[in-house]
């Protein structure tokens, strides 16, 4: 299964764990229950609780569970990227938006 890890959140249960790949720069935050992260090409292993969180550095596999009982987790995207899907975003609305109203989609002008 192909999951979005850009600003989600799922709730996994207990002994059932998540194993992900290319998620560099996603920031995996605890919002319910305990996580045990780990993370190839990282020193390591990860415990979050609520309200903490891990950036992912490395394009390593990522095996994300809950321990204690069920959790939640929420994934973040880097800042940078998150700006740049919102700014693509933009960009195609106004080039659909000129499109309507037949102006070129180059430069504007007053």
């Not at 194993?19 to 979050?48: H, K, M, N, P, Y």
């Not at 899907?85 to 070129?104: D, E, F, Q, T, V």
Request: aromatic letters at 4%; a positive charge.
């Amino acid at each position: 299964m192909k999951i979005d890890l850009r600003d989600g959140e799922l709730y996994l249960r207990e002994n059932t764990p998540l194993r992900l790949s290319d998620a560099s720069g996603i920031a995996v935050r605890c919002t319910q229950g305990s996580l045990w992260l780990t993370i190839t090409g990282e020193t390591g292993d990860i415990f979050l609780i609520p309200g903490e969180s891990h950036r992912i550095r490395s394009a390593g596999r990522v095996v994300i569970e809950s321990i204690g009982g069920d959790a939640r987790v929420r994934f973040e995207p880097d800042t940078v990227e998150h700006i740049a899907r919102i700014l693509a975003a933009l960009s195609r609305k106004l080039r659909h938006a000129m499109a309507k109203i037949n102006l070129p989609s180059g430069r504007l002008s007053a």
